[in-house]
């Protein structure tokens, strides 16, 4: 079980902007010099797709082209421009408004120091990136296409991992757009925020949001072959501290649990779905509620994963996992629970009654265990039971505010558990949130975020505002620097753009 390299195949393509005013000699060195930035960026190892140079866009007709070739082609997540020389965008306009890929203004040069005592008109001429990248803003602002703007010389560490970063970003948007939702239920009765538009979802996110009645899980639990469920125990075993009772006296019920896994996967597999909901009040005859199952969706599988029919939380997780590919830590499901609200040691809890998953990082190997489960009427199910492990991490919502999608995020820090937890028999992480507990959760309820989140251990904040910009969906974020007031002031700010604003 390994989750699927969402990069495997995928190009991101550079196009560097000049003119035929220069003369044949000026071109060649723009495309060679322009060749060594891309080769120079492939070879960082921070950046996850290949980044691909395309031949130097001199006119209006090659932008035009370029710019439909890179939307038409589903292996191209995203387009990085860089203008070596004087660029005149009017050549840009038709080419941008065609363009249905990411976008990543490049302002970088081939030099890195003015040559003081050489520099004369030739070479000024030929290295005029300063003025072609104005240039070239001025008709993206212009036009008004979201893009990600990187600055540097292109051999700055910097510059690599910001490019890094929009690359995960352009992959999760591409696993977005490629999504498929597979909801074993409706979402739980009455609840509010686990409610909204899935087809406005589809026509944002691109992600197809669709129910299966759990009496076909059903059908599918009964036709798991054995061998399937024992292959899944054996990894049960090899990766969990499985506890004894599970191998013992209570084999059939891990039996069951491996089961239910097994008859999730297949079906998501048979029906190319990479994200899932369940609802603990809609199993129909299955015997357990899932736990273990959908708590290794994200970790084993990258999938997105969310109880109580959140789809729009599992649609993040899936996003999570996929931007965080090969990066320590991932995404999972939480769920905020109880605070300690101890003068000097504020923290917050958050976990779920099952299906946190270990993706995030744990402190110690999870501990595989059966308890009983006082809501939903079914046998005592198995999961998995964990600390998140200290580190850096971000929380993300989703919300419907009726004309548009909400992202919510808070920046935090995942901390040590401050006692055993002895009796809490479910998965959990414990965090401190920036800027502090009682300003982050004034916030948070102001902005009207939802108690359901995608945790992220493996890319933060940048990430989660890269693929916000691409999806052209509004993002409120509270971090180090938030105070209460002003963030009010912020989102009414920002209700007033994004109700405006009609590109997307
Ligand atoms: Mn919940």
């Not at 691909?52 to 995203?78: H, Q, R, Y």
């Not at 591409?174 to 979802?201: F, H, I, L, P």
């Not at 992600?207 to 036709?223: F, G, H, P, Q, R």
Request: with cysteine; net charge negative; glycine share 8%.
């Amino acid at each position: 079980m390994a989750m699927e390299n969402p990069f495997e195949g995928k190009e991101i393509w550079f196009g560097v902007g000049s003119q035929d005013l220069y003369g044949e000699e000026a071109l060649r060195q723009v495309a060679q010099q322009t060749g060594e930035i891309v080769d120079f960026l492939n070879n960082t190892g921070k950046i996850p797709a290949k980044i691909v140079l395309k031949p130097t866009l001199k006119s209006s007709d090659g932008v035009k082209a370029f710019m439909t070739e890179a939307s038409a082609n589903p292996n191209v997540i995203g387009v990085i421009t860089w203008c070596h020389t004087f660029s005149p965008a009017k050549m840009w306009i038709r080419g941008l408004e065609v363009l249905t890929k990411p976008l990543l203004q490049l302002a970088t040069q081939h030099h890195k120091e003015i040559p003081w005592e050489t520099i004369d008109m030739d070479f000024m001429n030929l290295n005029q990136a300063a003025h072609g990248d104005r240039e070239f803003g001025y008709i993206v602002s212009r036009l008004g296409i979201p893009r990600k703007i990187v600055v540097g010389h292109y051999t700055d560490p910097e510059v690599a991992e910001k490019v890094g970063t929009w690359a995960r970003a352009c992959a999760g948007w591409d696993a977005s757009q490629n999504m498929k939702v597979m909801r074993w239920g409706d979402n739980m009765r009455n609840v509010a925020v686990t409610e909204g538009d899935k087809t406005e979802a589809e026509r944002v996110f691109g992600a197809s949001i669709n129910t299966w009645a759990v009496n076909e899980l059903v059908a599918a639990y009964d036709k798991v072959k054995d061998d399937q469920v024992k292959d899944l125990i054996e990894d049960y075993k090899a990766k969990y501290d499985v506890a004894p009772e599970l191998l013992d006296s209570r084999y059939d019920e891990l039996f069951i649990a491996a089961k239910e896994e097994a008859a999730m996967v297949n079906m998501m597999r048979e029906n190319g779905c990479t994200a899932a909901v369940d609802n603990f009040e809609d199993l129909g005859a299955l015997p357990q509620l899932p736990g273990v199952g959908p708590q290794r969706f994200p970790s084993e599988y990258g999938w997105g994963f969310s109880a109580e029919g959140d789809w729009k939380t599992s649609v993040l997780v899936r996003i999570g996992a996929v931007m965080g590919y090969g990066l320590e830590g991932g995404a999972s499901l939480m769920e905020d629970y109880s605070y300690n609200f101890v003068p000097g040691n504020e923290l917050d809890m958050g976990s779920h009654m099952l299906e946190v998953s270990p993706a995030i990082g744990t402190i110690e190997k999870p501990k595989l265990a059966i308890y009983p489960l006082g809501i939903g009427g079914k046998s005592d199910p198995v999961r998995l039971v964990f600390s998140g492990k200290p580190t850096d991490a971000v929380v993300v919502s989703m919300a419907d505010e009726r004309e548009r999608f909400r992202l919510l995020m808070d920046e935090v820090t995942v901390v040590e558990p401050q006692g055993s937890l002895k009796s809490l028999p479910c998965a959990r992480a414990v965090w401190k949130p920036k800027p502090d507990l009682k300003t982050a959760v004034q916030c948070w309820i102001t902005a009207g975020g939802s108690h359901h989140t995608c945790m992220t251990t493996s890319v933060g904040r940048e990430a989660w505002e890269d693929f916000a910009r691409i999806a052209g969906v509004e993002l409120a974020v509270i971090d180090e620097n938030t105070n209460a007031r002003q963030f009010e002031k912020e989102l009414e700010i920002s209700e007033m753009y994004h109700r405006l604003n009609n590109r997307h």
